[in-house]
């Protein structure tokens, strides 16, 4: 498991870090639009703002989380597709579903440890000028652009592991489909309802990438 | 594994077929459906009704018959009084009453309850007004109530809670017994309206209080304290799920109360009497619920996409008359039809009927 | 264990095309065996189903005693796997790929693979993309020796390699298999460099196994007679067991096949060829293989 993640990080390390600065920058951006906004407004109209009309401030970073899973799908499958090195994998003395779903383990915990610290400053930054509600209902609303990085990644990779074009047709089109869910609203706590389902179907759609490199494995 | 990423593919297939589906179809085929506006003549006792056509607009009388919108308004005096009165054809007297404008434009009311005012995710904290600022108009206060486990007033500019105020109102609500965490606070926070009520709040046993602020201290009040025995025995029995309040010019109708069965009653005149508004159809999750008032009357309208009732009463609340009217609305037009063929799972995520979003089924 | 690889009545086919019609064949343990053919024989379709990249349409592959599609990770420890173009991931340098490597193996030899490496003028902390072919083949190699296979696979050794490297993949072969425990199969269209190298070779023509024998007897047995014709000469290619080929070239005509020159003598008679001067020719491994697959991809 750790060489797994070793080649892993060798392989992608400077896109987590591209991925990573992203995530941070547009963390620090948005945070720092808040404190103009807590600066240039009085305070009871940006609580007003979050209280009445679901503001959640954050909104700039909606899209980033999807982008970096699919970056990190597309870093780590892509080289494995290059000459099907995927086979050197599949090779290896390890269950080959065991060595496929190390690989996207990896890319989960990398994922996940690249929206913590982003995660982390938008807490602390929203604490500084809010109650713990607003804090706690901001992070529940950046939770479906979170899981969207999720189903990004599973289908990137799922997409690239996939021998037949139309089976890849048809990945993009669901995934694009799904993920599109993610994005309806902006409002604060509008995806309480959902989000169980939702992270149920992210968690779900790890099975296609192992799916995908099963096929990969017997060549249809 | 495989069975389960089959089974999973198929399904999210399906259900994203369900969901964009029909929302295609219906962006392609969706004619223009509008609910008439019936309303109560107190002039002729009876209902009129005014529709939008395309080019047109349909008037029509207490008999159903085709009038013109001279006509029309005629049979509305107080809905349409400045029109009226800017034209000279307002009635020396209407239904026995000296029309006056002032008195007319004060006795207008109008409450709105949408499901989705009711089922939005609200974060508990309201302002408090102060009610007797002694400025004509309200302003929003500088911090936020947030009243569950504890009572507690945040002041939004520091970002703290203000102890001092907090275990002011905290002790008030102690001394008239109200029990935490409180069930249930509504409010109307808009600071353009005429006057503030107040806050409304169940506490943890299910008793209604009024909280108001007046010159920085509070004032609190147990609602069965304050109405007649009759009513705090009917109050008692209520099971409220929603309070909405908005305030009116005339602050007769103080707050509408809805139960989880959908009952609405009214909290009204300086007595907080309790009156029953005497709905058949009206369910809180799926239909929007009007109740316009003047000066002899109200009339509650309730309408989704199928149906429109209309309860005319009189100012205490006792029904006069009733009318109901089955709509024309897509899922009966020929486009509806084909697609309850073509389509036969519609699947929503927004119904338009909340905040949230949720999983609807059709 | 009789054989280290079994396959048996290997069909596949791509869409409408056999790639393998019914192919069977066995390696023995301790043998270096080449696998030859043209191509699109199916020698890279037989490699992928050994390796468990495809699953063929019918019959099926042991490996080590292990059905190929399923095979344990204990087994595949046991087997080093070279991928034709010498494949690697191009994003380690030389001891970030020894280090990911190593801990897969229980038997892993680093010694090997840094004595093959420390041949290499190649700074250490260099990318193996940006390495030459050559020199990638030597890391690929290091790997698959260091783990101490009891089977090695091959597939197409040479492909994109010089000579000079050719000749030392070939020789690091040779030395690791002196000792005659490892059993190895390899592909290659240089049949050259596997002469007194193999010592069991196996011919695909056309998804089917024209010849399967030690090299040695293909070598001696298999002859080339050339004759002076007095007519024009009908080109034959034979399907029996002599694999008798007739060829009309340009002032000596040939025959070929499992065959002595008596019996090259009849056969020509027998198939009213006129000719005189028949003579013995040598022949490599290499016109063996040409004599027997012929020159052109014939239907």
């Not at chain 1, 750790?2 to 620090?28: G, N, P, Q």
């Not at chain 2, 919108?69 to 509305?76: S, V």
């Not at chain 2, 809180?284 to 429109?308: F, K, P, Q, S």
């Not at chain 3, 690091?172 to 193999?198: C, F, P, W």
Request: charged share 20%.
């Amino acid at each position: 498991m750790k060489a797994i993640f070793y080649k892993e990080w060798i392989k992608t390390r400077s896109y987590i870090a591209l991925i990573t600065v992203a995530h941070f920058a547009m963390a620090l951006y948005a945070v720092l639009k808040l404190r103009y906004i807590s600066g240039q407004y009085d305070a009871v109209s940006v609580w007003s703002a979050w209280i009445y009309k679901g503001y959640s401030f954050y909104s700039l970073y909606q899209y980033l989380p999807l982008f970096g899973g699919l970056l990190l799908g597309c870093a780590q499958f892509m080289p494995e597709l290059r000459d099907r090195r995927l086979r050197l994998v599949l090779h290896l003395p390890i269950g080959e579903r065991r060595a496929v779903t190390m690989h996207l383990a990896f890319g989960l915990a990398t994922l996940l440890s690249v929206a913590f610290p982003a995660l982390l400053l938008m807490y602390s930054a929203a604490r500084v000028w809010f109650p713990p509600e607003f804090a706690v209902g901001m992070l529940l609303t950046l939770a479906p652009w979170i899981l969207s990085g999720f189903g990004a990644y599973f289908f990137s990779a799922a997409v690239l592991l996939e021998g037949r074009w139309t089976r890849r047709i048809l990945l993009v089109l669901v995934a694009a489909g799904v993920l599109r869910l993610f994005f309806q609203e902006l409002s604060i706590g509008s995806y309480e309802r959902v989000l169980a389902y939702f992270i149920l179907w992210t968690a779900a759609a790890f099975c296609l990438p192992i799916m995908s490199s099963e096929r990969f494995r017997k060549g249809c | 594994m495989k069975t389960f990423s089959r089974i999973f593919l198929v399904f999210t297939a399906l259900v994203l077929l369900a969901h964009y589906l029909p929302s295609a179809y219906w962006m392609l085929f969706s004619g223009r459906y509008r609910a008439p506006y019936v309303a109560y003549s107190c002039v002729a006792g009876g209902f009129v009704s005014m529709r939008h056509g395309g080019e047109s607009t349909d008037y029509r009388n207490v008999a159903g018959e085709r009038i013109n919108r001279d006509a029309f308004e005629q049979l509305l005096p107080f809905q349409y009084a400045g029109q009226l009165i800017t034209d000279g054809r307002m009635p020396a007297e209407i239904c026995g009453i000296v029309p006056d404008y002032n008195k007319i434009s004060m006795e207008r009311s109008f409450v709105k309850v949408e499901p989705s005012m009711l089922d939005m995710p609200t974060p508990n904290f309201r302002p408090l007004f102060e009610a007797q600022s002694g400025r004509l108009e309200l302003e929003a206060p500088k911090d936020f109530l947030r009243l569950g486990k504890d009572l507690e007033f945040f002041v939004a500019a520091s970002n703290s809670v203000d102890e001092a105020k907090s275990a002011l109102f905290r002790q008030a609500l102690e001394d008239i017994k109200f029990r935490m965490p409180a069930k249930l606070v509504a409010g109307n926070p808009d600071t353009r309206k005429a006057y503030d009520e107040g806050l409304y709040a169940l506490d943890a046993d299910g008793n209604l209080f009024l909280i108001m602020q007046k010159r920085g201290q509070p004032f609190v009040e147990n609602i069965a304290a304050s109405m007649s025995a009759e009513d705090a025995a009917q109050l008692a029995t209520l099971n409220i799920r929603h309070i909405v309040v908005q305030e009116q010019k005339n602050r007769d109708i103080r707050a509408l109360l809805i139960e989880a069965d959908s009952t609405v009653w009214i909290l009204h005149g300086a007595g907080f009497v309790l009156s029953r508004i005497e709905l058949q159809g009206y369910d809180y999750a799926r239909d929007e619920l009007m109740l316009r008032g003047d000066m002899l009357n109200y009339v509650a309208t309730v309408r989704n996409e199928d149906r429109i009732e209309v309860l005319a009463m009189d100012r205490n609340f006792e029904p006069l008359a009733r009318y109901g009217e089955e709509l024309m609305n897509r899922s009966k037009s020929r486009a509806g039809r084909v697609a309850a063929y073509l389509l036969p799972l519609a699947l929503e995520f927004d119904n338009g009927k909340s905040g949230y979003l949720g999983i609807h089924i059709d | 264990m009789d054989s280290v690889i079994e396959c048996r009545q290997l069909c596949h086919s791509y869409g409408n095309k056999p790639a393998l019609k019914g192919v069977s064949w066995s390696l023995r343990p301790g043998r270096i065996c080449g696998l030859l053919g043209r191509n699109g024989a199916g020698k890279t379709t037989t490699i992928n189903i050994l390796n468990s990249f495809l699953s063929p349409d019918s019959g099926s592959c042991l490996l080590l005693g292990e059905d190929s599609r399923m095979l344990s990770p204990s087994t595949k420890a046991r087997i080093g796997y070279l991928i034709e173009g010498h494949v690697q991931y191009g994003f380690f340098n030389v001891s970030q790929i020894e280090r990911f490597y190593s801990s897969f193996y229980d038997k892993w030899d680093a010694s090997i693979y840094h004595h093959l490496i420390s041949r290499l003028d190649i700074d250490p902390r260099q990318k193996i993309s940006t390495m030459s072919c050559g020199q990638r083949s030597q890391v690929a190699l290091g790997l698959i020796l260091a783990q101490s296979p009891d089977l090695i696979v091959f597939d197409d050794y040479s492909m994109g390699l010089d000579p000079g490297y050719r000749r030392l993949f070939i020789d690091v072969i040779r030395d690791y298999a002196a000792n005659g425990k490892r059993s190895i199969l390899m592909t290659s269209h240089i049949i050259q460099d596997l002469e007194g190298l193999i010592d069991d070779c196996i011919i695909y023509h056309r998804g089917e196994v024209l010849v399967d024998c030690p090299a040695k007897e293909l070598e001696t047995s298999y002859k080339s007679y050339s004759f002076v014709p007095n007519g024009p000469v009908e080109g034959f290619r034979g399907e029996g067991p002599e694999h008798l080929r007739i060829e009309q070239h340009n002032k000596r005509s040939a025959i070929s096949g499992f065959i002595s020159s008596s019996v090259a003598e009849e056969r020509l008679l027998a198939r009213g060829v006129e000719h005189s001067n028949l003579r013995e020719e040598p022949a490599s491994l290499e016109d063996i293989f040409i004599a027997l697959t012929g020159k052109y991809q014939t239907r």
